[in-house]
């Protein structure tokens, strides 16, 4: 065999044992800069890609296969062009094998200026990989190690033809995935002004099914920094569909109450029915379970601190489907493991991401996400009807606050003493939000004196006055309606503290 294999790769994974399989089937070895070195290390007779094309690497390696005799070796249609790729004295190359510089993997460590971050996008590479991916009718691309035992193990032309499709469909999702990496790299948070969307993820976990058991699903991490990545299940069953989407909620919600102050939240289909901040873990926990005992059946619940023993001993008491926290005590996961079926989830780090994508058909919507809590200022909000409110009271609205903005609108949450009382989720019209919030709890004395968040403005004057017939002594909302003044009026006329916020937290 005359054909040569061209390889050029930055993960040299395999890369040794693969050569001595290819010089045994008779390839003739092409190499550059580095792969050559390495492979001339370890007594490899390697031809330069110089010495194919009379031209040296330059620019520190910047050009190196960029050469119509490298591409024409890969590009040429055999039985077509074979008489200008002689004339040319063009190689025929076969076999192309590359993988990139570690782009993603700089962007993660996040050590590198943006000089330095440059030097890592791939060029020839990415080239090289589309050239021979386009003429994979005669040419074979690898980009993974993992795929060396394939194409070793291949017995005849038709499963070669085969396998060279598949590897050319891998390439193009691989320069695909790489370029959506360097373009976000370089958008910088400002997706959403540009003219093209580009979003790449590689395949983390295949699941057993979507939302229901009649839909595949798959599960996708997007660098860097993945949240995703960033999970250790510890126990229990494999993950499911429904399980990662309601924890991801959970988690997200517990990421607006870091440390050190405990934080427990539990949900149930992607809405909080308890979430609660106290002195303690266990406290937290069974203030977020008084909320809603009955929904938190089956739920998951998520925490900001480390959970120990005695959190974890009233957890044992009930069904739950998934815990999650930055840590867990080794007296904790002791007891949890005898519920061997519950999913005990380390988070390594806290979700956040800037922008939210819903697909349609044909098409899809993008978005800031709703990160518009105020973090790292003071809460703003108006006061402007009611008496003034002592700071706890205070505290309890800005909690509802936060908490409302994480349930499914329209939405009202209910809260005394740093913990939700009641929630009203999901509702086709606002005041009856407020009366199946309150009617779940009418008979608790927490009503009495609780408050009471909307995630967007009142229509009309009717939820608060339902509010204020079941002991709601506070309201905070965004304001906004065309009958505000009638809305103020009311809360003034019932001595009711109303808060606007000026923002809206619809979601849907």
Request: proline share 6%.
């Amino acid at each position: 065999m005359n054909s040569y294999a061209l390889l050029s790769v930055y993960d040299k994974t395999g890369l040794e044992e693969f050569a001595k399989e290819l010089t045994a089937k008779g390839y003739r070895l092409l190499s550059t800069g580095g792969t050559a070195q390495f492979l001339q290390e370890r007594g490899f007779t390697v031809t330069p890609v110089e010495e194919i094309t009379g031209f040296p690497e330059i620019f520190h390696g910047r050009v190196k296969t960029l050469h119509p005799k490298v591409f024409g070796g890969v590009l040429y249609r055999r039985g077509t062009d074979d008489a200008v790729r002689e004339e040319q004295e063009i190689p025929s190359i076969d076999l192309v094998v590359v993988n990139f510089y570690p782009f993603e993997k700089v962007w993660e460590e996040g050590k590198l200026t943006p000089d330095e971050m440059i030097e890592f996008i791939d060029i020839g590479g990415p080239s090289m990989v589309r050239a021979a991916a386009k003429n994979h009718r005669w040419v074979t691309i690898i980009t993974d190690p993992t795929d060396y035992p394939g194409f070793l193990g291949l017995k005849d032309e038709e499963e070669a033809k085969g396998f060279r499709k598949k590897m050319a469909l891998k390439a193009f999702l691989t320069t695909g995935f790489y370029d959506s990496l360097i373009a976000r790299y370089l958008a910088d948070g400002e997706e959403i002004d540009l003219p093209y969307f580009l979003l790449g993820g590689r395949r983390h976990q295949e699941l057993r099914y979507g939302e229901n058991p009649h839909q595949k699903a798959a599960l996708f991490s997007v660098p860097p920094h993945s949240y995703i990545q960033g999970l250790q299940q510890l126990q229990g069953k494999e993950l499911s569909y429904n399980n990662i989407k309601d924890l991801y909620e959970t988690m997200a919600l517990v990421a607006d109450y870091p440390p050190p102050r405990p934080f427990c939240a539990i949900t149930k289909h992607n809405n909080a029915c308890g979430a609660a901040l106290a002195d303690t873990v266990s406290a937290a926990y069974r203030l977020a379970l008084e909320g809603d005992p009955l929904s938190a059946y089956g739920g998951i619940i998520g925490f900001n601190v480390e959970v120990d023993e005695e959190t974890a001993a009233e957890i044992t008491k009930s069904f739950y489907e998934v815990i999650a926290a930055p840590a867990f005590s080794k007296e904790a996961l002791a007891l949890l493991a005898t519920k061997k079926n519950l999913r005990v989830i380390l988070q390594k780090r806290p979700p956040h991401r800037d922008l939210n994508l819903t697909l349609l058909d044909g098409g899809f919507l993008l978005q800031e996400q709703d990160n518009s809590l105020w973090r790292d200022q003071e809460p703003r909000y108006e006061q402007v009807a009611g008496p003034s409110l002592p700071e706890e009271r205070i505290k309890d609205l800005l909690f509802a606050w936060t908490i409302v903005k994480h349930l499914k609108s329209n939405a009202i949450c209910i809260v005394n003493n740093e913990r939700i009382v009641a929630i009203g989720t999901g509702f086709t019209s606002r005041v009856d939000a407020v009366r199946f919030a309150v009617d779940r709890v009418k008979d608790s004395p927490a009503l009495k004196g609780s408050v009471l968040a909307s995630e967007a403005f009142f229509p009309f004057s009717d939820s608060i006055e339902v509010a204020f017939q079941a002991g709601v002594s506070a309201v905070i909302q965004p304001g906004g309606s065309i009958r505000d003044k009638e809305v103020i009026a009311r809360c003034e006329e019932l001595s009711i503290p109303l808060f606007l916020t000026h923002i809206r937290h619809f979601k849907h």
